[in-house]
């Protein structure tokens, strides 16, 4: 057997599906894991070997499975235990791996702990979970509202970061430390081959902060769930919206804490808070991207590059022109965070070109913490209606939870596999789907799919230093350009963010060929870029 090396997590690609969502396998109008099992082969083809799955336990789904009521069964809207087993062996059989979420800050209200924990004071799982007399801090959940809801039973209060309906389990009590240990054991002996660790930073909390996360008690914690020896192969990655001590902290080689986090730093960018829009600025994006390159290199960390998951709007629709030029941001922006160093988290649908789409009221809408918003709104009245609307549209999780358009037949939901669905069809899958993407001149899974054979096939783009060449300079320069580098092999990537300009490449026909561009009217080894170019370079000599 191969000795096991940290840097081979270098080597992955992973996409994450969320369940209710991706492919419906029983006509129901719910996405499940017999329509996952149906996508495998695309997956594989692709060019994806490692799956992250949003969770599939049993739940009453105020949150869509984050708030979860069984940890080890599967909600039978999704299948069984025995059908997420086939799922784990197919996937095998496909040197796909799969990474299941496991969330461990809270339970859902229903979970049999809480039910029991409300009862009574001296029930044995009350110390389960956060009660305090009264509330002890000022905090907001982050669906809007008080962190602290009252209990009759008790007449105590008890702690959600998130909805009601996700009561905070108390880390302090190691007997719910030794259960957490056990549903990752149970996981483990099922095969999975990693953890996507749900908001864990908020394992650990201190009331004299303003925040409910990253208390250091936390890497104790998290050192006692996956620092265990046997575990060290696995790959866990969290996300923590931990700042660069924390990180490096979380993630060194030497902690035994976990292999990676998501960095949302980027996420921040063109916005003020999740609805309210601000100028969006490329190069800041960039510069975020070119800080955490040289601060993982620095300290030796594995870093995951990624611009969509279930909680933003499709990362084109709010940071490009997803109408003109959907085609070319999509794939400028795969080009610039995927030829980096680090691992690539795709989203479903991102691959070819998914969009938000323009749902007119918010009965389109089911999301929690969208509808706790606009029901805020309608009391708060902070702005009009129609302004709360375009925040909705703008910043609501649900803009990447629609049912995904896998084909141009309208009768079976573009694909999906029913034509009721439990969230609306994106109002623009007729315009956005995989079939005619796959059929366009300009077909964003043709890109992606060159793009990560060349990735696979790069080993200096896998494993090698990370420069950037257009770092000076002043002002906006709306492009970004750097170089690869393991020993003497060189690749320069260049991309261009929307407009046409002359950039500078430190490349020539003599040492270096022309690899590849998401423009077909791009000429090599020419200075002008037209709006949102990519091109790659490598070097020969
Ligand atoms: C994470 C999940 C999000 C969920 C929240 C609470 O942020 O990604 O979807 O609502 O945690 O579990
Ligand atoms: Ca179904």
Request: net charge negative; glycine share 6%.
């Amino acid at each position: 057997m191969k000795n096991f090396d940290r840097n081979d997590f270098l080597d992955m690609v992973v996409y994450q599906i969320y369940p209710r969502s991706f492919c419906d396998g029983n006509g129901d109008g719910i996405g499940d894991i017999k329509g996952i099992i149906s996508k495998l082969d695309y997956l594989k083809d692709l060019g994806v070997n490692a799956v992250w799955l949003s969770p599939c336990y049993k739940s009453p789904k105020y949150d869509n499975g984050y708030d979860v009521s069984d940890y080890r069964d599967i909600d039978p809207d999704y299948g069984t235990l025995d059908d997420m087993k086939r799922l784990i062996s197919e996937l095998h059989k496909r040197g796909i791996k799969l990474i299941t979420d496991f969330v461990a800050n809270h339970t859902s209200s229903e979970h049999k702990w809480f039910k029991e924990a409300k009862k009574s004071k001296d029930n044995p799982y009350h110390d389960y979970y956060i009660w305090e007399k009264t509330p002890p801090t000022k905090w907001t959940c982050c669906f809007g509202g008080s962190a602290w809801e009252y209990n009759e039973e008790t007449g105590e209060y008890y702690l959600h970061s998130f909805a009601v309906q996700q009561p905070d389990l108390n880390w302090k009590n190691p007997k719910v430390r030794e259960e957490m240990r056990s549903v990752v054991d149970f996981w483990l002996d099922l095969g999975v081959d990693g953890f996507r660790c749900d908001v864990l930073d908020y394992i650990g909390k201190n009331y004299a902060t303003d925040h409910m996360h990253g208390d250091p008690s936390m890497h104790a914690y998290i050192n006692e769930l996956f620092g265990r020896d046997k575990l060290s192969r696995i790959f866990t990655v969290g996300e923590c919206q931990s700042d660069e001590k924390d990180i490096r902290e979380i993630c060194g080689e030497d902690r035994g804490e976990l292999t990676t986090v998501f960095q949302f730093e980027h996420f921040g960018v063109g916005r003020k808070d999740r609805w309210i829009k601000y100028p969006f600025a490329f190069d800041d994006v960039k510069n975020i991207l070119s800080k955490w390159q040289y601060f993982s290199a620095k300290n030796g960390l594995l870093y995951t590059l990624f611009t969509d998951n279930h909680d933003q709007p499709y990362f084109i629709s709010r940071t490009g022109n997803d109408r003109e030029y959907r085609y070319e941001c999509a794939t400028m922006y795969a080009a610039m965070f995927y030829l980096l160093k680090g691992i690539p988290f795709i989203y479903q649908g991102q691959e070819f070109g998914s969009a938000s789409p323009e749902y007119p009221s918010i009965d389109y809408y089911d999301d929690i913490e969208t509808r706790n918003y606009y029901a805020y709104q309608e009391k708060a009245k902070e702005y009009p209606r129609y302004e709360v609307m375009n925040q909705v549209r703008f910043g609501s999780r649900d803009n990447s939870r629609h049912p995904v358009a896998w084909s141009e037949d309208e009768k079976t939901g573009y694909g999906f596999g029913s034509e009721k669905t439990w969230l609306p069809l994106n109002s623009r899958a007729k315009e956005i789907n995989l079939e005619r993407d796959k059929k366009s001149e300009k077909s964003v899974i043709g890109f992606y799919k060159k793009l990560l054979a060349y990735r696979k096939s790069s080993e200096v783009i896998r494993r090698g230093d990370f420069k950037e060449l257009s770092a000076d300079g002043e002002g906006n320069k709306g492009c970004f350009v750097f170089e690869r580098s393991l020993g003497e092999k060189k690749v320069v990537v260049a991309v261009n963010f929307d407009r046409e300009q002359t950039i500078e490449l430190p490349v020539n026909e003599e040492e270096y060929k022309f690899i590849m561009s998401n423009n077909p009217a791009y000429k090599p080894f020419n200075k002008q870029f037209s709006a949102f170019d990519v091109a790659v370079y490598e070097k020969t000599k």
